[in-house]
């Protein structure tokens, strides 16, 4: 990702880039490995601010950003079981080759769960992780309520989501959430993708989809609930008074549950 400036937020031609790369991917015959990481001082802080300070505006007409080609991020397309923002996360399962995934610096919301989307993470210990969509009055629905539920335990998974903590890599190790703590992510995740390429390509490659098999029954339910519960959220009054708070640097004035 390079879009250093912004700590690699995700905004339109984000989304739009990273899941044409992924599809890319998944017709090169020669790639063994992947090596996904972020330039500059974040992997990924997370969903670009203007699409928060457009969700303040009240009641939506549609969810999600729009990419720069007018697709809206939660357009589904036709044979997939994810839409645009989810199929950034998910289609790093998709390409046939491991993916390995860099993380420094900070890797939040929609950040985080394209961490998780990957097969392999090395994490510096300082890395700032969060699962961060409660903070925003949303839920996690680029695919993280189930690539988070197949790494930690369901409590920590429910603790880590319903209060948006932000936690260390340090601490994502010991929960599970990073494969390996490393000072220099980038350079660990190039020698083991080095490694992994010096092995049978067919074998590797059979041998990822078999473990994807049986992990994977569900998701396209597990997707498809996401979408709904996102949809039912986003422009809604409690979720317009948790972006509000948040840039008017105020607590947050929250009525009554209405819509579960």
């Keep these: 990702m390079n879009r250093a400036d912004k700590r690699n ?28 990481s972020g330039d500059g001082s974040s992997f990924c802080a997370g969903l670009d601010f203007g699409s928060f300070q457009a969700m303040a505006q009240g009641p939506k007409t549609e969810s999600g950003p729009k990419t720069e080609s007018g697709m809206n991020a939660g357009a589904m397309s036709e044979g997939r079981i994810t839409h645009l923002a989810q199929q950034v996360c998910w289609v790093w399962q998709e390409v046939p080759v491991p993916v390995i995934v860099a993380v420094h610096g900070h890797a939040l919301g929609g950040g985080m769960q394209i961490a998780l989307g990957a097969d392999i993470r090395y994490v510096h ?26 790494l930690v335990r369901p409590d920590i998974a429910k603790e880590l989501v319903f209060t948006a903590k932000i ?22 995740a190039m020698v083991l993708a ?14 990822k989809k078999l473990l994807n098999l049986q992990a994977n029954v569900g998701a396209a339910q597990q997707f498809a609930d996401e979408r709904e519960v996102i949809g039912r959220l986003i422009g ?11 840039f008017e640097k105020r ?4 009525q009554q549950a209405s819509l579960f």
């Design 251 to 254: 607590p947050a004035n929250y």
């Design 194 to 207: 080095r490694e992994i390429a010096g092995r049978s390509p067919d074998a590797v490659r059979g041998a």
């Design 236 to 246: 809604q009054a409690n979720q317009v008074e948790a972006v509000m708070s948040h």
């Design 167 to 188: 936690i260390s890599g340090k601490e994502g190790y010991e929960i599970g959430l990073a494969t390996h703590l490393s000072e220099n992510p980038h350079a660990d």
């Design 125 to 150: 210990p300082d890395t700032q992780l969060s699962v961060r969509e409660v903070h925003w009055g949303l839920i996690p629905d680029m695919t993280g309520t189930l690539m988070l539920s197949r």
């Design 9 to 36: 937020a995700l905004d339109n031609a984000m989304f739009t880039s990273l899941a044409a790369a992924g599809e890319y991917l998944k017709t090169q015959s020669e790639i063994r490995a992947v090596v996904l």
